[in-house]
Structures are given as structure tokens and as C-alpha cells.
């Protein structure tokens, strides 16, 4: 009788197999079952995301154009900052400020140091760029606000994710709109601006999803409309094409997720590398 062993000589030949060799054979043994409520919740945080570039694009804008002066900006998000500093307390009852040990005054005074820090440089942000093209400053905004999408961490466990470059990305997006708009004060409110929505905004966001998922669900939604009211404002056309891409990425692609996930067919057999299950720790010492 044939034995799946190779260190014993037996009359087959070396590529034999009997009938036996296909019964060990598993389909889909680590296939995860996904439910459309669950990828929809999920899928929030691409669209918090997106809507956060919609709106530092078009408060950018705004500026440019004349429509909002630094001041309003500066006041709304220093409003702004303050009330989300005292809900990311609040959220968990300061748990998570006690663990991380890290006091209030700190906290002011790494803000005062970021702000002092970058109203000195601001003219130095404002003629960055003088000596390098409107449109080539367009296009690597562009090109640093997608990379900052790409490698933003939504929550997967994958290669490609990397929050520092990811910031680092739309920071320098930041700077290069900041060196076109008419003043220095402009460059200076609109990188504190930045600061806030890519780098404080997603710590809230993260923090309201696992403490609060209903208020999460809330927030995402109110921030989605009131980026596509904004961007009415613009262009209606690009309002419509935005809705569109976030019902898109909020409903559509769930729902073709989990109709893939019914014609995946992965085997697993005795053909597969053999893992090593027991602790060898022991032979390291």
C-alpha cells in the first residue's frame, strides 16, 4: 500500500498518488464571510478621508479667490480644535489620556511651539515655490493629495499603508497651495489648517469608531454632506460626480465584495508547504 512518506523506498513511481490524495482537499478554508452592514461601516473611513482633501481643497480656494479671509478660518478652526479636544477626552472618559500619560499642559505647549514654530516660517512657505511654475504646483499637489489617499491607514493590515509618509504627503501638499495664496498670514492659517484636518481629525475619527460607532456613523455622514453642500457652492456638476463616487464607494463596492466572495475557490491539499506547528523557541536560547 502507497505511503505518503519519503523516506522509505516503495514500488511507484516518485509522482505517484492513490485515490486517497484528493480526499484531504479544503476549499476556502480561511475565506472570510463579510455582511454589507459591517464592509458599509467600515468603508466611513475612505470616506472621511476623501471628504477631508474636499474640504482643505476647497477652503484653499476660497481663500485664494477672496471669499474667506485667514482670520474667519483661523477662528472656525481654532473653535473647532478646542471643541474636538474636549470630545476626544469625553469620548472615553480620559482612559486613554491617563494610559498614554500625557497631561493637558503638554498638549499646550506642543500647540503653542507648532503655532509659533510655523507663523515665523510662514514667509519663508509663501516664497518656497516663487522660482517653480503655478501649474507644476497644481500637479504635485495633486499628486501628493492622491498619495496621501493611497497610504492613509484605514484600519487594513497591509504592506502599502504608512501614516507618517501619508501626512507627510498631504503636509506637503499643504505648503505647495499655501505658497500661492496672496499673504503670509494666508500660508500660515492654511498649513494650521492642514495640521488639523489631516493629522488631528482622523485621531477623532478613529476614537469615535471604536468607543461610539453610532456617533461615528453620525459624523460621517453630516461631514459627507456638508463637504458636497460646499462643494455645490463651486461647481454642481463636481458635486455630482463626488456624491456619486462616495455612494459609490459607500454602497456599491460592498455589495461587489461580497458577490466576489461567493466565486472565490482557493484549494488547500497535502500539496501545500508544510507548517511547522510546534515551539521551537527552545533551540534559539
Known sequence: RWQKVLYERQPFPDNYVDQRFLEELRKNVHARQYRYQAVVFQSGAVVQQLC???????????????????????????????????LFDAVDGGAGRWASGRTRWA??????????????????????????????????????????????????????????????????????????????????????????IFALWPMLQKKLKARTPRCYVGVTVLFALAALAALATVSSVGAVLFASLLLAISCLCPYCLIRLQLLKDNIHGPWDEAEIKEDLSRFLM
Request: some cysteine; proline content about 2%; aromatic content about 14%.
Open 52 to 86: 477631508s482633501v474636499c474640504v482643505f481643497v476647497l477652503t484653499w480656494w476660497y481663500m485664494d479667490a477672496g471669499m474667506l479671509s485667514p482670520q474667519g478660518l483661523f477662528g472656525a478652526a481654532l473653535v473647532s480644535s478646542l471643541l474636538g479636544y474636549v
Open 107 to 196: 498638549d499646550l505647549k506642543s500647540t503653542l511651539v507648532f503655532t509659533a514654530f510655523t507663523y515665523g516660517f510662514s514667509p519663508v512657505l509663501k516664497t518656497l515655490t516663487e522660482s517653480i511654475s503655478t501649474d507644476t504646483i497644481y500637479a504635485m499637489s495633486a499628486l501628493m493629495l492622491l498619495g496621501h489617499l493611497i497610504f492613509f491607514d484605514y484600519g487594513a493590515n497591509a504592506a502599502i499603508v504608512s501614516s507618517t509618509l501619508s501626512l507627510n504627503m498631504a503636509i506637503f501638499a499643504s505648503v505647495c497651495l499655501a505658497s500661492r495664496l496672496p499673504r503670509s498670514l494666508h500660508a500660515f492659517v492654511m498649513v494650521t489648517f492642514a495640521m488639523q
